[in-house]
């Protein structure tokens, strides 16, 4: 009875063999950054992952986080993301601002100072010593909160690495782990093999999971994502006769209401010289209207067959989509439209690469970037035992798989490529579920009680350096 620990005694910090431990979970991505505490159902922080910059006189320039600071167009006010295109972090500096902006801004309270020092009780006499040993051992954000932080499938060693210094050293976290999004996907929807594919906004992926382990060599991504079909729609409304308008909210003082197809009938702000946002102000809230066209528009042909292809009906199915009733939308300066079968083509190019719009600067991607051809690329690449398996429990998670019809197009794909396994798809209807599947499943992890013991500690960390991470986080 050496080893029982008495129920009187609170366990100790290293151990985390108690309830009371409030471990985070951050799960960063390109478009938006998931926070919260582990064992909660969502997360309690989702923050923009794109920030703004201030330019100013003095060294550096002022960035700006949140929801409320990156809408207000100010005078020259620019938009950045730290993330690259492929879903690993690029400018380290400005993502380890945003992550912790993202944590304490609404799960973890600052910590409180010395009364003495609050400015209430101050002499005086202004010539007052700076405490600098106080300044310098000032208490780090994160000291009291293990972290579980999750990565993309194919993130680096070298940046593996800067997660736990990040981690670690400048917030001060008692522990850390390091968790692959794939796998808490499938986690959340309670599977420990699965092939995950995640439609984001910069990246198509297809994960293959086994016994809660990646197969590393099954990774397939592709860029043909929610961002790809925000630059189709771009391409769509540029192409109509006449161009539709995309004007976006912030450049509206006020509108009146206009017949369908007739032009824009609205008071337009003005900015004079020197006070006007940066175009990428103006790129970044075009995509916030662009978005609103998604998740209210655009569709998905869900099949049978392709949209360019022949259907039922002795025509082909986008002949045929024009029969279909359209779906209205009106911009923000006023102009409306019915959208018919166009509505369609946005996300076609996501499984037909010829069905693609393009430009000079937008050329069509090529067919082993679509999701059809990725995952038979990343089948392909697994033991032959172990595909019925993972087809018959296909979890599909990321924002940009709420398009409409999406899940029914990708049943009819995977039907026609594997006719004699059995496909079944997996796909929670609650819209959180979907878009915060990695962070659900992290929730979960961080939460077991098994997985304490898994936690990498301050003291590894401090007596192994950043490498342990390779060593441990498999």
């Known amino acids: 009875m050496a080893g029982v620990q008495s129920s009187s005694i609170p366990p100790s910090n290293v151990e985390?063999?108690?309830d009371e431990i409030s471990a985070l979970?951050?799960?960063?991505?390109?478009?938006?950054t998931r926070a919260g505490f582990a064992g909660e159902d969502v997360p309690k922080s989702v923050t923009p992952s794109y920030y703004g910059v201030l330019p100013s006189s003095s060294a550096s320039d002022k960035l700006l986080f949140g929801d409320n600071s990156i809408h207000t167009p100010l005078p020259n006010l620019g938009i950045g993301n730290p993330m690259s295109k492929?879903?690993?972090?690029?400018?380290?500096?400005?993502?380890?601002?945003?992550?912790?902006?993202?944590?304490?801004s609404r799960l973890t309270n600052a910590k409180p100072g010395n009364p003495m020092s609050n400015g209430l009780n101050d002499p005086d006499n202004s010539n007052m010593d700076v405490d600098i040993e106080g300044a310098e051992n000032q208490e780090k954000p994160l000291e009291e909160n293990p972290l579980l932080m999750t990565e993309t499938g194919w993130n680096s060693g070298k940046g593996r690495e800067k997660g736990i210094e990040i981690a670690m050293e400048s917030w001060g976290c008692p522990a850390f782990w390091l968790a692959r999004n794939g796998v808490l996907a499938a986690f959340a929807g309670g599977k420990a093999t699965a092939l995950v594919v995640d439609i984001g906004a910069s990246n198509i992926s297809v994960t293959p999971v086994h016994d809660g382990l990646i197969l590393k060599k099954g990774v397939?991504?592709?860029p043909l994502a929610g961002n790809f079909v925000s630059q189709q729609l771009r391409l769509l409304f540029s192409s109509s006769q006449p161009p539709v308008p995309l004007t976006p909210h912030y450049l509206v003082t006020s509108k009146t209401p206009v017949d369908a197809g007739a032009p824009a009938h609205a008071t337009y702000k003005s900015f004079g010289p020197g006070i006007a946002p940066q175009d990428s102000f103006r790129r970044f809230q075009e995509e916030?209207?662009?978005?609103?066209f998604k998740e209210s528009v655009v569709q998905v042909w869900a099949g049978p067959g392709r949209?360019?292809?022949?259907?039922?009906?002795?025509t082909t199915n986008e002949e045929y989509a024009k029969t279909l009733p359209g779906r209205p939308f009106e911009m923000p300066d006023g102009w409306n439209q019915m959208f018919g079968a166009e509505r369609y083509r946005a996300a076609e190019g996501m499984f037909d690469a010829k069905m693609a719009l393009t430009d000079s600067e937008n050329p069509s991607p090529q067919q082993g970037q679509t999701l059809p051809a990725?995952?038979?690329?990343?089948?392909?690449?697994?033991?032959?035992?172990?595909?019925?398996?993972?087809?018959?429990?296909?979890?599909?998670?990321g924002g940009t798989s709420l398009l409409y019809g999406f899940n029914d197009r990708l049943n009819h794909e995977l039907m026609a490529l594997y006719p004699s396994p059995r496909v079944r798809i997996s796909a929670p209807g609650n819209t959180s579920e979907?878009?915060?599947?990695?962070?659900?499943?992290?929730?979960i992890l961080a939460s077991l009680g098994s997985f304490h013991q898994m936690w990498i500690s301050k003291k590894e960390y401090d007596e192994n350096g950043p490498n342990i991470i390779e060593k441990r986080c498999k």
């Open 25 to 32: 979970v951050l799960d960063p991505g390109y478009s938006s």
């Open 86 to 104: 492929d879903g690993t972090v690029e400018d380290w500096d400005t993502a380890a601002k945003l992550w912790e902006y993202a944590i304490t």
């Open 16 to 18: 985390y063999g108690g």
């Open 434 to 443: 979907r878009r915060f599947a990695g962070w659900i499943g992290g929730s």
């Open 220 to 222: 397939a991504r592709s």
């Open 307 to 314: 949209l360019a292809g022949h259907g039922q009906h002795g």
């Open 288 to 292: 916030r209207v662009l978005t609103e």
């Open 374 to 397: 990725l995952i038979q690329s990343s089948l392909s690449q697994v033991d032959s035992d172990i595909r019925p398996h993972l087809l018959s429990n296909v979890v599909v998670t």
